[in-house]
């Protein structure tokens, strides 16, 4: 992340990447939940006051977004802010929940390829069960889409 961020302006105190060296997905999500919260200054999140300026998600085909899987347990929940997600990829994950998500002052997904028609049509259709299409920051939501995976 250190890398990717290298040539922007941000303080590195401010950039918040995931620890998952030598711990298990379970430990790493409350971990990563740990210093959300020592960062946010509280345990619960208060409304309208967001603990990411900026989040940047993608758009699987299936409709998932930052490990939130259609059918997983992990779209249900409203009280944890970071979850270990496991069994529903080849490899384990941590995902932040749709509380965490939702408090983004500004929240955009990038999707790109073809395979991503059918799912973007769907949202944009006003479709809610793909798990994207209930992200709902309290800030701007905005989509940037590549020509390939635009709807017809």
């Known amino acids: 992340m250190t890398r990717f961020f290298s040539n922007v302006p941000i303080p590195q105190n401010r950039l918040h990447p995931i620890p998952t060296e030598g711990l298990s997905p379970r430990q790493a999500a409350a971990d990563y939940q740990a210093l959300l919260q020592r960062f946010y200054g509280n345990k619960r999140l208060g409304v309208g006051q967001s603990i990411f300026d900026v989040t940047l998600l993608g758009l699987g085909a299936d409709g998932h ?74 800030g701007g939501l905005d989509w940037f889409v590549d020509r390939a995976a635009v709807p017809e």
């Open 65 to 138: 977004t930052a490990s939130l899987f259609p059918g997983s347990l992990t779209l249900l929940e409203n009280r944890q802010w970071v979850l270990a997600v496991v069994g529903k990829a080849s490899e384990a994950r941590i995902t932040l929940t749709y509380p965490a998500l939702n408090s983004s002052r500004n929240l955009a997904f990038l999707v790109t390829g073809a395979n991503k028609k059918n799912i973007l049509a769907e949202i944009r259709a006003g479709s809610t069960a793909p798990p994207a299409a209930r992200v709902r920051p309290i």
